[in-house]
């Protein structure tokens, strides 16, 4: 049984008082679903089934170029992230995964960080290398690029960054890499645009050439930023491409914010499933750039428009449709527990919400270029309040009915407020 972060007899007074309610509006629900030929418990089950990564970068206070406001109680080192994000599965009961993030998660004592998790009930998703950053002492700077720099040194260098990683996720169980890298430039001329790209190929051929035989490597496309001319994986064209020329290990990760405003990214969802390379998901929201709010709090109907294509595609290649799901935000005005916890429920949502499509109806309305009849069919499952089967999947998994009044009700952050060390204010960046 996990170490207990959040006494049960916490989660059952607080769930003892919203019982009742949450039983009435689970069963009118059931009914109406019902009657449209829809199961709720059927949904009900494969929400139970259903996980989302949580990132280890983003249970810690994120912040921007400009500033980072840290709050007290926060995180300080990995250890400290594990229990928080266990006080999100305690009551979530859908994020039993952490994604982790190196060197920003390095520890001298793997197998120590490995029990930690196993003692909290957690299990470890894909690791992510970071060579878009430079470490005290480190002999090459990543200014100029990494994976695909002009100076061999700097590749070399990157490619062992990354098969470091590897290691070490090995070590902690996980089963896939996803190398997103900030190379490119912001001047035209300053980069070999051609050559950068056959530096990155051959790069990652050697990475890839160090996978353990079951893991998968992601290619986690960006159309800018830090980069802010070209971008050497900038769009799912490219990444696509390269997983296609690596190999079958190598697949495509979608990070929802790292697209241009308006592009409709549940088709590239569609195509990359098509091609059998639709590797995994960093779910978050944004109204300009890669902003990297919370999932579904800016445009929730593209959240559900993607998960439809990926029932749809799962209906395809049931076999083939293994896709990762991982968060990857930076909680900046928030609590990081309460952006967590309302973001893998809003990732819920959408996939309930495209499980209540009623698929037939959908399909005969294509073929039969009903127009209005295939926009209202999704529509209706989009306008589907599917809370009550969210509440009703944590409850029966032991989580809370209501996360957020039954996290403020532990006050864990007060709590923690008195043990951790505070972090320092006045810096800047992601993490
Ligand atoms: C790049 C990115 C990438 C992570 C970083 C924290 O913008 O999405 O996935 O390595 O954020
Ligand atoms: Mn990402």
């Not at 197998?111 to 957690?122: F, H, I, P």
């Not at 819920?348 to 209540?356: N, Q």
Request: proline share 5%; aromatic share 8%.
């Amino acid at each position: 049984m996990p170490d207990a972060v959040m006494p049960p007899e916490l989660i059952e007074r607080e769930n003892a008082i919203r019982l009742d309610a949450l039983e009435d509006e689970y069963e009118s629900l059931g009914r109406a679903l019902d009657r449209r030929g829809v199961a709720i418990d059927g949904v009900k089950d494969a929400l139970k089934r259903f996980g989302v990564a949580i990132p280890s970068w983003g249970v810690g206070v994120g912040g921007t170029r400009f500033a980072k406001f840290p709050i007290p109680g926060e995180p300080t080192n990995i250890f400290e992230k594990l229990e928080d994000c266990a006080v999100v599965q305690a009551l979530g009961r859908n994020t039993p995964t952490v994604s982790t993030h190196f060197p920003w998660d390095r520890v001298d004592d793997v197998a120590a960080l490995k029990e930690k998790a196993r003692s909290l009930g957690l299990g470890f998703d894909a690791v992510n290398s970071n060579t878009f950053q430079d470490q005290p002492g480190q002999p090459h700077s990543y200014k100029y690029g990494s994976l695909t720099a002009a100076d061999p040194a700097v590749r070399d260098q990157a490619v062992e960054h990354n098969i470091e990683c590897i290691a070490t996720g090995e070590q902690l169980g996980a089963e896939a890499i996803t190398v997103w890298i900030a190379d490119g430039s912001n001047f035209p001329g300053q980069s070999d645009l051609a050559g950068a790209l056959d530096r990155y190929l051959d790069s990652m051929a050697r990475i890839y050439a160090a996978l353990p035989e079951r893991w998968r490597m992601f290619i986690e496309h960006k159309l800018y930023e830090p980069a802010f001319y070209s971008t050497v994986v900038s769009d799912w064209g490219t990444s696509l491409l390269c997983a296609q020329q690596l190999g079958a290990k190598a697949q495509c990760l979608v990070d929802l914010g790292h697209h241009a405003p308006n592009v409709n990214i549940e088709q590239i969802v569609a195509r990359l499933a098509r091609f059998g390379k639709l590797g995994g998901f960093h779910f978050n929201d944004s109204k300009y750039g890669d902003d990297d709010l919370d999932s579904g709090s800016i445009n929730p109907h593209q959240l559900f428009l993607v998960f439809n294509e990926l029932v749809e595609a799962e209906r395809r290649d049931p076999e083939g449709f293994r896709p990762a799901y991982m968060l990857d935000q930076s909680h900046n005005v928030t609590d990081p527990i309460e952006s967590l916890l309302n973001s893998a429920a809003a990732v819920a949502a959408a996939h309930a919400r495209a499980l209540v499509v009623d698929r037939d109806a959908l399909a005969e309305h294509q073929r039969a270029n009903d127009v209005i009849m295939g926009f209202n069919t999704l529509r209706r499952a989009y306008d589907t309040d599917v809370t009550p089967i969210l509440a009703r999947a944590r409850y029966e998994l032991g989580g809370a009915i209501d996360p957020i009044a039954t996290y403020r009700a532990s006050e864990w952050r007060a709590r923690k407020a008195q043990e951790r060390k505070p972090v320092a204010t006045g810096q800047a960046g992601i993490v």
